[in-house]
């Protein structure tokens, strides 16, 4: 009975070190973007009007993707309903739209599968839109991109 024990122990002992020592690989942080998609933390842009410089993270979603590997890109977005900027890509984009039902202040999103939407007020709304990314701290969005269309440069970090 005690060489039972000693061995359980002893097996015990070993797999739990091994499970300690065995996993050295970095871990990367996520988030969830509410759609049970994660978001990789090192997924990051840089969004650039006139002078101020914000900071987004890029959903992982083939709408980000591609959206992604037409970056570096800077373009004049229109003003629309006091609420958001947009502008019709030169090509369609993978959509997976759904409605979320409150657009939050620095959603970036794509309507139908060619309109690049960024927002800078959070309201509520019946609407569809595939998630590509969301501005990291967006209290001054507004503010800098102002109450007309403006010019804004999209580029990975």
Do not use: H, W
């Not at 969004?47 to 591609?66: E, K």
């Not at 959603?107 to 969301?134: A, E, H, Q, R, W």
């Amino acid at each position: 009975m005690k060489s039972i024990l000693t061995m359980f122990a002893v097996v015990f002992t070993i797999s739990f070190c091994t499970k300690g020592c065995s996993d050295n690989r970095e871990t990367t942080q996520t988030q969830n973007n509410g759609n049970g998609t994660y978001i990789p933390s090192t997924s990051k842009m840089k969004i650039t009007i006139g002078s101020r410089v914000f900071t987004a993270t890029l959903y992982d979603n083939q709408s980000a993707t591609a959206f992604k590997e037409m970056l570096p890109l800077t373009i004049n977005m229109t003003e629309l309903n006091g609420n958001e900027k947009y502008f019709d890509l030169p090509e369609n984009l993978p959509a997976n739209a759904s409605n979320p039902k409150t657009i939050q202040n620095g959603d970036l999103m794509l309507y139908g599968s060619n309109t690049l939407v960024l927002f800078y007020k959070t309201f509520s709304t019946s609407y569809s839109y595939t998630k590509i990314g969301k501005v990291d701290n967006p209290e001054d969005l507004q503010k800098a991109l102002g109450s007309g269309n403006v010019n804004v440069t999209f580029e990975l970090e």
